[in-house]
């Protein structure tokens, strides 16, 4: 690619992993867009090749004064991720308003635009799990976070940008680079040091009566399977529409757990500790995507097996390594 790409969050986890998967395909003529503050999310820009790094307030207000031109593809994955922030005005403004804002501009720029939605936006899955974009005015997310992804759907689906973009549907990513998060890590790399040292991994009870202890069910996907999934749809400018992104494979917090322990070389054993109140309302017991639709787009590739993921990502997390 000769031109530009731009990718916001380009120092976050997903987007940093992504810049690795552009660096070893022999792309580096990439901005990236990102507000490091003072976080050590610098550390995930550590032996990436880039054009140019620019703060996220500062990219727009080039993009609205016309400073900006010669990008190929805009790959939004900046946004504020946490599924616990209660100011809707924030999370609204910086997950809906400026994507908004920054998708209008790629496509009168001709740009290709795609960006990250979440499997936030399903709810408590009862409505499913399938990406059909029909069935979008149907969901009720649990959260402001998954609101805002699910106002950007909504708005690309009623305005008919989204036959010109493409929006993926994270499921439970996790793996290398996410060492910034905090409380929005992964529980396999905020309990690493923990099993590690006590040999013992807490998990939340489960307050669902059809859902025992630490059998509450995830789609976990592995980052390393994210991002080339993230390449594909980047790469083949036909593919348009929202697409899930998950492993297809529901797992238990259990089996996460199991495999974890596996791959220390250790005996498993579990404590299961409260949920905290104020989340257990918004707690989701089950995810898993449905595929087909990324299948019939054309991606044939095949999705790292739990186990073998957590084992991977351990040898990063024991040498504190990055993608």
Known sequence: MSKRIVVTGGAGFIGSCFLRKLNDAGIDNIIVVDNLGSS?????????????????????????????SDVDTVVHLGACSSTTVTDATYVIDN??????????????????????????????GSQGYDDDESGLERLRPLNVYGYSKHLFDLWAVRTGAIRQMAGIKFFNVFGPNEYHKGEMMSVICKRFREVRDTGVMRLFKSYHR??????????????????????????????????NLGSGEARSWNDLARAMFAALGMKPRIDYIPMPEEIRPKYQYFTQAAMAKLRAAGYAGAFTPLEEAVRDYTTYLQADDYL
């Open 95 to 124: 997950n809906y308003a400026y994507s908004r804002s920054l998708a209008v501009w790629a496509l009168d720029a001709g740009a290709r635009f795609i960006y990250a939605s979440s499997a936030a936006t399903y709810g408590d």
């Open 40 to 68: 050590e999310k610098w550390r995930n820009l550590l032996g990436k090749r880039f054009a140019d790094y620019v703060r996220k307030d500062d990219f727009l207000r080039m993009v609205q004064a016309g400073r900006l």
């Open 210 to 243: 059809d859902y025992g202890d630490g059998e509450q069910e995830r789609d976990f996907v592995y980052i390393k399977d994210s991002v080339d999934v993230l390449y594909y749809i980047v790469t083949h400018r036909e593919v348009s529409g929202i697409y």
